[in-house]
């Protein structure tokens, strides 16, 4: 079958997630990333949302963290205090699933304005839970669509801890959690070299080049030793995908989220 | 306990110019009819406190009623911005406003911390992120005893919350069903407390001993305002109108669309209005 390099990221996102991970899940572009895992080969993936929706099968694509699809297929829903001090701070959470207007070349992420704080150019919608999800997940993976407006070489504002403005501060800072392990992008997936924390592309999908990947960062972006093709997305993994994403443009009356 | 009230005479009786108020609901239970009974009534120089500050703070921010937003994301959820609240920040229209600006993790803490009568809250959290730069009120406490830092806010003690909720008794018993958010410790963080509800029954029918309720005793009154959460929902009754966050969009980007839209769907309106929106017995809205 054929697919969009949209299709291809999201496809490459659910493929890191595994069937026993407890998983904090971002709205958005994570958010169709790991219901298509746990509508493939992580049935029993549990999908966390901040609203205090735990262990929820949404058979749509919710709009907002709060859909009432959300409670209504949910394990149990707990107060939204519980869910950051019981659930995330307390350790429970294996990954957690993030997205960002930018990201540097360490996963630090800026969801809170472009420009300076005080007179932002554009102000964002802020942290909402990601501050604390960076931090207190076992770790994290990070979906962008790849530009060089979002993987940046600095962040404009660090609102969510990566490995840290050079690499090695959220270990100087005491945090015991991995943080982040993967960036999944519509033309590659990168991972931290284990040296430096610097995400490096490991591979590239189909169709895509070396030469796009660099001109699309705005960092001076590193290849590993040996790159690879990211395998195509098989029928079972498209058709899922495109089955949830017509069911919830049927629900909500708009364009599916990717 | 409650008194029982219309909505317009609970707002005229327990909201002040000036007061610090949170209007809670996470995306679930906004009590929107309030807060444009609220708008009707003019209130001004508002503090407004809410983790999401979705369309109803954007509308309350456009109608030049705030001087300060505590909040800790604010965006139309899974459509974009808040222009609204972008013009106020980046332009200061209507007129310029405060922020104070925080994590969803310290937001819950800190009405919890405020509903457990603590001055402040403490949490492992803001660790290498800017914000604590940016927000005086983002500090730290070491733990007496193991040394480790961790973050602390101030208790948040509003003036006033406001909440929708399912149903309430003729005592003015209030029942929270569904996504629950932080309406309880917000009700219990407050000076005084409004809550607006989809009914009020003889009795609560509570389907379970752990159903989340708030006595009459905790609240300074209660009214009944079917729909008063559209567009968005109320759990067991109806669905949030998905469509009318992605309308809002078009409607907020411009300030004199959306100075029209609200004088004909809001100051010209009433509570009684709400009844009508929910989707599944929608009339036309004027957009």
Not at chain 1, 14 to 29: H, M, T
Not at chain 2, 49 to 65: A, E, F, N, V
């Amino acid at each position: 079958m054929k697919y969009t390099s949209s299709e291809m990221m999201t496809v490459a996102a659910a493929r890191a997630l595994k069937n026993d991970d407890i998983c904090f899940v971002g709205i958005g572009l994570p958010s169709a990333a790991c219901n298509l895992a746990r509508l493939t080969h992580a049935p029993h993936i549990t999908l966390i949302y901040e609203s205090g929706t735990l262990a929820t099968n949404p058979d749509i694509l919710p709009l907002s963290i709060g859909d009432p699809e959300l409670c209504e297929t949910a394990l149990t829903t707990v107060p939204v205090a519980e869910m950051f001090r019981y659930w995330l701070q307390g350790g429970r959470i294996t990954v957690g699933f993030l997205s960002g207007a930018q990201v540097d070349r360490f996963g630090n992420l800026n969801s809170t304005v472009i420009g300076d704080y005080a007179h932002p150019t554009v102000r964002l919608p802020g942290s909402g839970g990601a501050t604390e999800i960076a931090t207190s997940c076992g770790k994290t993976f990070i979906i962008v669509r790849h530009n060089p407006r979002t993987l940046v070489s600095q962040v404009d504002f660090l609102t969510s801890l990566g490995h840290g403005k050079t690499g090695v501060e959220r270990k100087a800072l005491g945090v015991k959690t991995e943080g982040p392990a993967m960036l999944v992008t519509d033309l590659c997936v990168m991972k931290p070299d284990r040296a430096t924390n610097e995400f490096t592309v490991v591979s590239i999908h189909p169709g895509e080049t070396r030469e796009q990947v660099a001109r699309n960062t705005g960092w001076n972006v590193r290849f590993s030793e040996a790159v690879s093709e990211t395998p195509e997305p098989t029928d079972l993994e498209l058709g899922a995908l495109r089955e949830l994403n017509d069911r919830t443009a049927r629900a909500h009356g708009v364009a599916a989220a990717e | 306990m409650a008194e029982i009230l219309k909505l317009s005479d609970a707002i005229a009786r327990f909201v002040n110019d000036g007061d610090t108020i949170a209007m809670e609901g996470f995306t679930h239970l906004i009590p929107f009819a309030a807060g444009h009974e609220l708008i009707r009534q003019s209130r001004r120089n508002l503090t407004l406190i809410r983790m999401t500050p979705d369309i109803l703070y954007d509308q309350m921010i456009g109608m030049g009623m705030v001087r300060k937003l505590v909040f800790s994301w604010g965006g139309n959820p899974g459509v974009g911005s808040l222009h609204r609240l972008r013009d106020a920040i980046e332009n200061g229209w209507p007129q310029q406003i405060e922020i104070e600006e925080h994590s969803h993790a310290a937001m819950a803490n800190a009405y919890e911390a405020g509903a457990a009568g603590m001055p402040c809250a403490i949490f492992r959290g803001y660790q290498g992120s800017d914000l604590a730069r940016v927000n005086p009120n983002i500090r730290s406490v070491t733990c007496p005893f193991t040394g480790e830092q961790l973050a602390s806010v101030p208790s948040i003690r509003p003036d006033l919350a406001i909440i929708h909720a399912q149903k309430a008794d003729r005592d003015g018993n209030v029942l929270v069903e569904g996504i629950v958010g932080v309406q309880k410790e917000a009700v219990l963080a407050s000076r005084r407390a409004i809550a607006t509800v989809e009914e009020i029954v003889d009795k609560l029918d509570t389907h379970s001993p752990n159903a989340v309720v708030l006595p009459s005793w905790t609240l300074s009154a209660v009214a009944e305002v079917p729909g008063g959460p559209h567009p968005s929902y109320t759990h067991g009754f109806y669905a949030r109108d998905n469509s009318f966050y992605v309308a809002w969009d078009a409607i907020s980007r411009d300030r004199n669309t959306f100075l029209e839209w609200m004088n004909t769907n809001v100051l010209a309106s009433s509570p009684e209005a709400f009844a009508q929106r929910p989707p599944h017995r929608q009339v036309e809205m004027t957009a």
